[in-house]
């Protein structure tokens, strides 16, 4: 069965530093992989997805992931935050039609 | 207007009592899902339809009900809402693996 980990609930950076969410999930077969966000008051929407086309990801709004499969692993990084990036962001495996869904990472941007 | 749209996106209700959200699509897409969120715990999936006749269980169905009256719509129910229930709802479809969210229905069971 799959699982997802992300680790830090909350993380918090200056405004122009790096952002690293981090995601590990287990599986025996590499699943898709997503990153959602969710901005407050709003539903998740799509951030960028890993198909196995290429290891390396580009989302939208600078976002970009890198799928290590040694490592089980999925981060989420962005060179330089913007305030508008402050929202919740979820990494979810899917397999079967069926998304597993991490507890979520809240993102804060301090000016 | 949005693909996906949930009604109501509020609700107070009383414990005991019977309550329907719902849930609408112009996506076109076979497969509905809900889910609820609370907070540190992420998404956790309520059931899953695949088309009108394809009604499934996921991990959390226990209080919960659902109709899939016709490809756009999904809708869920609590028979006998309890307090725990208070939480955030968010109904999803799906192409492939992309998912695709309403807004959500934030709803407190008192």
């Known amino acids: 069965a799959q699982s997802v980990t992300q680790l830090g609930s909350h993380v918090s950076v200056s405004e122009g530093a790096l952002v690293l969410l981090r995601c590990n999930y287990s599986?025996?077969?590499?699943?898709?992989l997503f990153w959602y966000v969710q901005y407050p008051n709003q539903g998740l929407q799509l951030l960028l997805k890993?198909?196995?086309?290429?290891?390396l990801v580009k989302g939208i709004n600078g976002f970009e992931a890198e799928f290590k499969k040694s490592e089980t692993s999925f981060h989420l990084t962005k060179p330089s935050a913007h305030m508008s990036d402050a929202a919740e962001y979820f990494c979810?495996?899917?397999?079967?039609?069926?998304?597993?869904f991490g507890a979520g990472t809240r993102l804060f941007v301090k000016a | 207007d949005a693909d996906v749209t949930q009604t109501p996106r509020n609700r107070i209700t009383k414990t005991g009592k019977r309550i329907m959200l719902e849930c609408s699509q112009t996506?076109?897409?076979?497969?509905m899902y809900w889910y609820r969120q609370d907070p540190g715990l992420g998404l956790r999936l309520i059931y899953y339809s695949f088309d009108v006749k394809d009604i499934n269980k996921g991990e959390i169905s226990d209080g919960y009900s659902v109709s899939r009256q016709a490809q756009a719509k999904f809708s869920l129910s609590l028979e006998s809402a309890i307090p725990n229930q208070t939480a955030l709802y968010f109904c999803a479809t799906a192409d492939r693996d992309e998912q695709f969210f309403g807004p959500g229905t934030r709803l407190t069971v008192l």
């Open positions: 979810a495996p899917t397999g079967g039609f069926k998304t597993i």
């Open positions: 599986s025996s077969v590499p699943p898709y």
């Open positions: 890993y198909t196995s086309a290429a290891t």
């Open positions: 996506k076109g897409h076979d497969r």
